[in-house]
Structure formats: C-alpha cells, structure tokens
C-alpha cells in the first residue's frame, strides 16, 4: 500500500489524448470562495464608490450585527495594533513608532468619519500611504464586517462626545 502508482504534477499520462495528467477546469468554472460582484470586490459602483454596505453581504452574514460583532474579532487582530482597540490612533505600534514619520490616524477623524463605506472597504483591502493593505489576509466578507465595526465605534465615539 505504500507504494500506490499515482499522478504527480506535470507528469505525462498515456490515458488522455492530450497527454496530460492535471485535468483543465471545465470552461465557465468559478471557485466558490471567489466573489463574482465587482461592487462587492471592489467598494466601487457605476457612480464611485459605494455609500453603504452592500445589502448581498449584510443578508449573507445574517444582518448587519452579526458582521459588526465579526468585524470587531478582525479589527482587534489586524487594526488595533496601530489603530487601537477604541480606533482612537492609540495602538501599541503607533506610541513606539510616534518618533518616525508613522502616525496612525485616529478613525474617528471627521474626514474618515465622512468617506464612503466603499472607499473605507478599499483601504482596508489596498492599504493608504504607510498602511499596509490586508486584502491578503482579510477575506472580503470580513473586509466589510471590518467597515460595519469601524462604523459602530465611530458611531458610539460620536454619542459618547455628545453627552
């Protein structure tokens, strides 16, 4: 049983006509983690980018608490480390690296508070100036559960400063 004859990679195989041992995909085939709405990849629609979060993504997630309370697990991974755990600009990597020219912005910036959802999403996928992007270790799901928290902090941040 150890020695089981097998395929590997790139090897040549007399049983198909071609040749080949790896199979093509079949024509049309899409991975079922792949996004296929260019709105929802992307944060743009046909007029710019997207003011809300797009309702496909909210209904898939079971509503728009569930993906904030995920996109809290995500921020406190991937943004608090700079951004704080209250997206104030506080986080342990922003207080030692104060001496550079690496300054994280607080989020509840007006200027941040006033982007569109769509331009936040793209930001946290791409990244902006000294900020890396996270589009390779953030699924899009949780890019946008990402957004959904840094809204319901930034919403909290604003009631609290009203008080």
Not at 5 to 20: C, L, N, V, W
């Amino acid at each position: 049983m150890h020695d089981q004859p097998r395929y590997s990679g790139q090897s040549i195989s007399e049983f198909f006509a071609d040749g080949r041992e790896l199979r093509p995909p079949v024509a049309g085939t899409i991975a079922t983690t792949h996004e296929v709405d260019n709105v929802v990849l992307s944060g743009r629609g046909n007029t710019g980018w997207v003011h809300e979060i797009p309702a496909k993504v909210v209904v898939r997630n079971s509503g728009l608490a569930a993906l904030a309370e995920r996109g809290q697990t995500r921020f406190n991974i991937y943004c608090a480390p700079c951004h704080g755990y209250a997206g104030d600009g506080a986080g342990s990597v922003n207080r030692k690296a104060r001496v550079g020219s690496f300054v994280a912005p607080s989020l509840h910036d007006d200027r941040i508070r006033h982007i569109p959802d769509g331009q936040l999403y793209a930001t946290i996928a791409n990244g902006i100036r000294a900020m890396p992007g996270q589009g390779h270790t953030l699924k899009v799901d949780d890019r946008w559960a990402v957004v959904a928290y840094v809204r319901a902090l930034q919403l909290q941040q604003h009631l609290v400063a009203q008080e």
